[in-house]
């Protein structure tokens, strides 16, 4: 067979041409599936494997912060009240958890938080009027609310406990007592005890500041076995009853009794004040500092 053969170079043509059409159907069917990849990782379609993945993931991280703490502690419900109106105590659920014993009851609106309704009942007072010890007293009383500016309640802010279905009103156990002014009593106390054992560490590696402590060990005593412990006492009453706290007075106001231990107790207590949540409004540390200021001038 010669070079110049028709024959021989008809078929090397067709052979090209068929080698052709093949790349070129190869080549259109990987960029099909290309573009199909990159649809789904786009988002038009989601692997149900890397799905499964994610959730598994996520369930791990969750059961990881339940079993080392880590998570952030839950919130508690919260919500405003937005309606009011008296209710026949009949027409209050046998299932809700809060026995009403007046004649009529006190049907409070609420939205929580998350942009949900619901609805709480107190007793509502008879002619007598709102006495100090009753939940609507203390309620109002928690919220500086007077019971002859009831509608001074509309657009306060409620904490709420969940039970079931229902939700009730966080109440105080006792009537509010004490003044939050108290806080600046312990954090006074705190800085002043700081202070002294900072001193005590400077003399003990040297430095000649033993009338420095001499002329503390008065105010020292006084601070320590006085003034801490009642401004603790005080101000963990008034914690109790205006917040959430449900810790014992009498328990810190001990602890706070121990020289060079309330250094600590203290600011555990402060930490434990900080995180509690108050039934009306509490004013910063700073704004306390400046009124307690104007009260003296």
Not at 31 to 56: I, K, M, N, Q, Y
Not at 110 to 134: A, F, I, N
């Amino acid at each position: 067979m010669t070079d110049d053969d028709p024959e021989a170079e008809a078929v090397a043509e067709r052979d090209a041409g068929e080698r052709d059409a093949q790349d070129q159907d190869i080549g259109e069917r990987d960029t099909e599936e290309l573009d199909a990849e990159e649809r789904d990782v786009a988002g038009d379609s989601v692997p149900e494997a890397a799905v499964d993945a994610f959730l598994e993931l996520e369930a791990e991280l969750a059961d990881t912060e339940a079993e080392t703490g880590t998570g952030l502690p839950e919130e508690r419900p919260s919500g405003l009240v937005v309606g009011a109106e008296t209710v026949p105590t009949g027409s209050v659920s046998d299932a809700y958890p809060l026995t009403v014993t007046s004649e009529r009851a006190l049907e409070l609106r609420v939205m929580l938080r998350d942009g949900g309704r619901t609805t709480v009942y107190l007793d509502w007072p008879g002619e007598e009027g709102v006495e100090p010890d009753s939940p609507l007293g203390r309620l109002l009383a928690a919220l500086d609310v007077p019971a002859d500016a009831f509608a001074d309640l509309y657009g306060e802010t409620l904490l709420l406990e969940r039970e079931g279905e229902h939700y009730t009103v966080l109440l105080p156990p006792e009537p509010p007592r004490g003044s939050g002014r108290w806080e600046l009593g312990v954090v006074g106390g705190l800085a002043f005890n700081a202070t002294v054992l900072g001193l005590f560490g400077l003399a003990a590696a040297g430095l000649p500041i033993g009338g420095v402590l001499s002329a503390l060990t008065v105010p020292f005593l006084l601070v320590n076995l006085l003034l801490l412990p009642w401004a603790t006492y005080r101000d963990a009453r008034y914690l109790r009853t205006h917040s959430d706290w449900d810790q014992g007075p009498p328990f810190w106001g001990t602890l706070s009794m121990i020289p060079v231990v309330n250094v600590g107790v203290s600011a555990l207590y402060l930490w434990s004040r900080s995180r509690a949540r108050f039934l009306g409004t509490e004013p910063s540390l700073g704004t306390k500092f400046l009124r307690a200021v104007r009260g003296l001038l």
